[in-house]
């Protein structure tokens, strides 16, 4: 079946630090991935998303690119700010059979930045 | 504004005492899926509804029951709940084609 693991949390950071998070997946075919963020208090909300090989995406100047060939789709940013301190959510969509429609989640990491 | 509501917000009941958490969306999708979120486990889904009468387990269906009488709604009812039960629920939708879900605000829901 389908699977998501992220690095573990928490991470803590120093305002204008550089961000990664890991995000490794398995599944069968040709799965959408995901990054959701979800801010204290909030419900998730979709960051970036990128749906077939070598595709960036990126928003908010966080971006992942989908490398087939190491299965991963890690998170970056250049510098981040007080107001990323959020808990980041690494997912897939995989079109195929009875998941169609599923969204399968790695475990979350809280990220908290201090100024 | 497209949006994913739930109700309530925050709940907290005791063993055994039938509740219904409500969601309702407006964005005329036909996917509608609940989710509940414990801590270092990420999101496990419950059950799923591909459109209207067609629902089906999630990964952790046991103790809930869910309804898709019209598109815009998709209630999750526990009957009999646990504090087992205690956790965080989300409700979302999409167009499943796409992938992407749109998640409402989220249900703290604790049970004594």
């Known amino acids: 079946g389908n699977s998501v693991t992220q690095m573990e949390g928490p991470v803590t950071l120093s305002e204008e630090a550089f961000l990664t998070i890991n995000c490794t997946y398995t599944?069968?075919?040709?799965?959408?991935l995901f990054w959701y963020v979800q801010y204290p208090g909030e419900g998730l909300q979709l960051l970036l998303k990128?749906?077939?090989?070598?595709d960036k995406g990126s928003n908010k100047g966080f971006e992942a690119t989908y490398r087939k060939e190491t299965t991963s789709f890690h998170l970056e940013k250049g510098s981040v700010q007080v107001s990323d301190s959020a808990v980041y959510f690494c997912?897939?969509?995989?079109?195929?059979?009875?998941?169609?429609?599923?969204?399968?989640f790695g475990q979350g990491t809280i990220l908290t930045v201090h100024p | 504004e497209a949006q994913v509501t739930q109700n309530p917000r925050y709940l907290i009941t005791v063993t055994g005492k039938k509740l219904t958490v409500t969601c309702s969306q407006n964005?005329?999708?036909?996917?509608m899926s609940w989710y509940r979120q414990d801590p270092g486990l990420g999101l496990r889904q419950i059950y799923y509804?591909?459109?209207?009468?067609?629902?089906d387990k999630g990964d952790v269906p046991e103790g809930y029951k869910v309804s898709r009488k019209e598109k815009r709604n998709f209630p999750l009812i526990l009957e009999s709940p646990s504090p087992n039960q205690t956790s965080l629920y989300f409700c979302?939708?999409?167009?499943?084609?796409?992938?992407?879900?749109?998640f409402g605000p989220g249900t703290r829901l604790t049970v004594l």
């Open positions: 997912a897939l969509s995989n079109a195929g059979g009875t998941s169609y429609g599923k969204l399968t």
């Open positions: 964005m005329n999708h036909e996917y």
């Open positions: 599944a069968t075919g040709y799965p959408s």
């Open positions: 509804s591909m459109n209207v009468e067609v629902t």
């Open positions: 990128a749906t077939k090989a070598d």
């Open positions: 979302a939708s999409s167009f499943p084609s796409l992938g992407e879900q749109f």
